[in-house]
């Protein structure tokens, strides 16, 4: 509330995501560890780690499990919050690199693809653990990224070179863009909660 430095938590490699899975312990993703490591809230401290191979980014909390993305690797993993074990993994594109979850309590999740795998939305059921839908790019040079919601998580938004929206109910992508770069090199994307603005 601040804005006044209140720790600082050292000893990791290349920290990108934090995300609080309890009211005293989270898990931060990494760049280049090869681990996702355990966060003690109340010493700001590391004490542990879960194995998890590759550049792991976005992750987000439903039904007692975090759902990572993975940048390096086809899959979205899935961590037992209570055990800190990775005890699940969901067949995706490469390049994972955003997840929200919607309405209706699905996960989606952007895919950069690469590697032999297409650019696509998944939209994931968090508890049959497996993919309800997936929305392919017709293109290589296609890149969605920076997924995000508005207030209700009735619609997505996403950078994909413009900025694009879908409701949550949509059956295809969307084929125009919600805002055109017009020679712009959009990098951040977030929306207002509270009254919608949408922000690049």
Same mark, same amino acid.
């Given at each position: 509330?601040?804005?006044?430095?209140?720790?600082?938590?050292?000893?990791?490699?290349?920290? @990108? /995501?934090?995300?609080?899975?309890?009211?005293?312990?989270?898990? #931060?993703?990494?760049? /280049?560890?090869?681990?996702?490591? #355990?966060?003690? &809230?109340?010493?700001?401290?590391?004490?542990?780690?879960?194995?998890?191979?590759? =550049?792991?980014?976005?992750?987000? +909390?439903?039904?007692?499990?975090?759902?990572?993305? %993975?940048?390096?690797? %086809?899959?979205?993993?899935?961590?037992?919050?209570?055990?800190? &074990?990775?005890?699940?993994?969901?067949?995706?594109? @490469?390049?994972?690199?955003?997840?929200?979850?919607?309405?209706?309590?699905?996960? =989606?999740?952007?895919?950069? *693809? *690469?590697?032999?795998?297409?650019?696509?939305?998944? @939209?994931?059921?968090?508890?049959?653990?497996?993919?309800?839908?997936?929305?392919?790019?017709?293109?290589?040079?296609?890149?969605? =990224?920076?997924?995000?919601?508005?207030?209700?998580?009735?619609? &997505?938004?996403? &950078? %994909?070179?413009?900025? /694009? @929206?879908?409701?949550?109910?949509?059956?295809?992508?969307?084929?125009?863009?919600?805002?055109?770069?017009?020679?712009?090199?959009?990098?951040? +994307?977030?929306?207002?909660?509270?009254?919608?603005?949408?922000?690049?």
């Amino acid at each position: 509330n601040t804005f006044v430095r209140i720790a600082t938590i050292t000893g990791f490699n290349s920290p @990108r /995501y934090l995300l609080p899975v309890s009211n005293g312990k989270a898990y #931060v993703t990494d760049l /280049y560890a090869n681990a996702i490591s #355990v966060v003690d &809230l109340g010493s700001n401290t590391i004490t542990g780690s879960i194995a998890c191979h590759g =550049w792991t980014e976005e992750l987000t +909390l439903a039904y007692g499990k975090a759902f990572v993305t %993975n940048k390096t690797h %086809n899959y979205v993993y899935v961590i037992d919050t209570g055990t800190d &074990l990775l005890v699940d993994s969901i067949a995706v594109s @490469r390049g994972g690199n955003s997840i929200v979850e919607d309405a209706n309590g699905k996960l =989606w999740v952007a895919c950069s *693809g *690469g590697g032999g795998t297409q650019p696509a939305l998944y @939209r994931i059921d968090p508890i049959a653990l497996e993919v309800e839908a997936t929305f392919a790019f017709g293109s290589s040079s296609d890149s969605p =990224w920076r997924l995000t919601t508005n207030g209700d998580h009735s619609m &997505l938004y996403f &950078l %994909n070179n413009h900025v /694009y @929206r879908m409701a949550i109910t949509d059956a295809v992508l969307p084929t125009s863009p919600f805002i055109a770069a017009d020679g712009r090199n959009f990098y951040g +994307l977030g929306v207002d909660p509270n009254n919608g603005t949408v922000y690049v």
